[in-house]
């Protein structure tokens, strides 16, 4: 089955509110995690990304949030805008170096208006 | 990102025929995958390679080969194509790590 999931598969924002998309992995040896922001017709863009050994990383309006505890890893984007409207993946590596990165299913963020 | 570029950007094909991907990198990158995208199933990797002379199996490998054929340059084949490879297909390349791969645009492939 998957180790990195989303909660949900589609989420819907205002423009200007703040949003929080979440992720759920299961491998507690990931040390190393990603955001990638996918728009229609194109590849993963790269967001933010953040180590094991952190629980916080802030980049330009987004911020990611590491909870090892629960393992539980979240996107936070202030100020939404609609150029914001994407496909969102959270994506794991798991050990040194590691092979690939495992990608969750991704959800949809619609920003209206 | 032009950094990463894919060949053909889209295709349709028949049940049968063999087709390869191409896919080339100006970033220097060492590391370089082939991943499949299909709807409600996010990203999976299908090959992946850490430099000319190295070749490795990802998650979903069966029906496919790949080529290494220079640094910048990994090329992906389907020996015998069937309807269930109809996806989209992204090229990837890291450097040392997986770390912040940077993606192709992608090739749409349709095997009717």
Redesign the interface.
Known sequence: G?SVGLHL?TLSVQEGDNSIINCAYSNSASD?F?W?KQES??????II?IRSNMDKRQGQRVTVLLNKTVKHLSLQIAATQPGDSAVY?C?E?IGQ??????????TTLSVSS | ?AD?TQTPRNRITKTGKRIMLECSQTKGHDRM?W?RQDP??????IY?SFDVKDI?K?EISDGYSVSRQAQAKFSLSLESAIPNQTALY?C?TSE???????????TRLTVL
């Not at chain 1, 170096?97 to 991704?106: D, N, R, V, Y």
């Not at chain 2, 040392?96 to 992608?106: D, I, L, S, V």
Request: net charge positive.
């Open positions: 998957e598969p190393y990603i990638y017709g194109k590849g993963p863009q790269f990304d993946f994506a590596n170096a590691g092979t690939a990165l495992i990608f969750g299913k991704g | 990102d990463v995958y991943y409600g199933l996010g990203l999976r990797l992946y490795n990802g992204f990837a040392g790590t997986p770390r912040g791969q940077f993606f192709g645009p992608g």
